[in-house]
């Protein structure tokens, strides 16, 4: 495992970090409480040290979880947590979105119950969860900030989704210079992360960018394939057929960044992604300990050459050669989509 640091800090993750998204929930499967904190142990296991929830993952559980898991190794991982859905006052509706709170004083109760179930004074660090820009106001800055000084967290994020994009959320926050930007991002969905490299490059800034969902829910490691049928409550199953449809097809364009005994086709999407300088760490949903093993090591297989990386912009500029669409929605905008029109992106806005 190879490790890099964190925005313009000292805060140090490994390449490949563990998204607990996994666990708390029944969104990627079921499984039990000592399968996950097993799943996280093993993960500490191969290097891993870079963890990632919110604390409305399982409403809670994803914390408390991942707090008793790596209690015993508290000082050798890297905590990230997200906070800014009220999912205390409102009940979820299957996989609906939750009404935000973005005010001070929900903040604060917020980062302190999390810190309660994360059994620890402080997170190396703290991640706006979905904000829209317009809710990030100056009460938002300072708070964060005061956090930073009294030593409770070491940098700041902000975590950006549920729908691909949210370019003026992620251009505030490099403007800003946040510490780090966290979005959807791999070789199948590349207009968004492209962007914010344009932006890190133009700004100068020194945030880092996270990368989640790197194997495209699935296809880039191949664990859904014409002959998959999704369990029932499977997070993935709601992407569209025709996103999988074309995806196949797009996987097997891709076949020349395999190398035999080298470097898978999953290995490789998160080479793909590390090729970048502003990458600081991705986190792959892992399901099983098997997952852990063959994702951990893709931090040390041999990385994309300029060449490899040459054609991929090249396929993915065409389209990958496919002339039909793959269903998916436009991009969300919370900007009336004037962010995804002034970036020239493909897909108009769907609105907030």
């Known amino acids: 495992m ?4 964190l925005g313009d800090t000292d805060v140090e993750v490994s390449e490949i970090g563990f998204g ?8 990627w499967g079921d499984r039990t409480e000592t399968q996950a904190i097993e799943m996280v142990q093993h ?4 290097g891993i040290t870079y963890f990632d929830t919110g604390d409305v993952y399982g409403h809670g559980n994803s914390e408390a979880l991942l707090g008793d898991a790596l209690a015993e190794v508290r000082d050798e991982v890297t905590l990230a947590t997200k906070i800014g859905y009220d999912f205390y006052n409102n009940p979820q509706a299957g996989h609906g979105e939750l009404p935000k709170e973005l005010t001070r004083e929900y903040l604060e109760t917020a980062f302190e119950r999390s810190l309660d179930r994360l059994g620890v004074d402080s997170v190396e660090l703290l991640q706006l969860h979905n904000a829209n820009v317009a809710e990030v106001d100056d009460d938002v800055l300072e708070f964060l900030d005061e956090l ?22 992620g251009d505030a ?64 199953a709601y992407r569209p057929d025709e996103w999988y449809e074309t995806g196949w097809e797009k996987v097997e364009r891709l076949r020349f960044l395999e190398r035999d005994g080298e470097r898978t086709m999953a290995q490789a999407s998160l080479q793909w992604l590390l090729y970048h300088d502003s990458v600081a760490t991705v986190t792959p949903t892992f399901r099983t300990r098997e997952d852990i093993d ?21 396929l993915y500029e065409r ?30 806005s769907a609105g907030s």
């Open 173 to 236: 926050a490099i403007e800003a210079e946040f510490d780090s930007v966290q979005f959807v991002w791999n070789v199948l969905e590349q207009e968004v992360g492209n962007h914010f490299l344009e932006t890190v490059e133009r700004t100068g800034s020194k945030t880092s960018l996270v990368p989640r969902v790197p194997h495209s829910s699935g296809l880039l490691n191949e664990q859904v394939t014409p002959d998959v049928e999704l369990e029932e409550g499977d997070h993935r």
């Open 43 to 46: 993960a500490v296991d191969r």
């Open 319 to 348: 389209n990958f050669g496919i002339d039909r669409e793959d269903g998916m929605d436009a991009l969300r905008s919370s900007v009336g989509g004037d962010d995804i029109r002034s970036a020239g992106l493909k897909k108009e």
């Open 294 to 314: 063959a994702w951990a090591t893709a931090s040390d297989v041999p990385p994309l050459s300029e060449a490899e990386y040459a054609r991929v912009a090249d």
């Open 20 to 27: 607990a998204w996994v666990v708390g929930t029944d969104w």
């Open 148 to 169: 930073r000084e009294d030593g409770r967290i070491d940098a700041i994020g902000w975590a950006l989704g549920p729908s691909i994009g949210w370019l003026a959320e």
């Open 2 to 5: 190879n490790y890099r640091t």
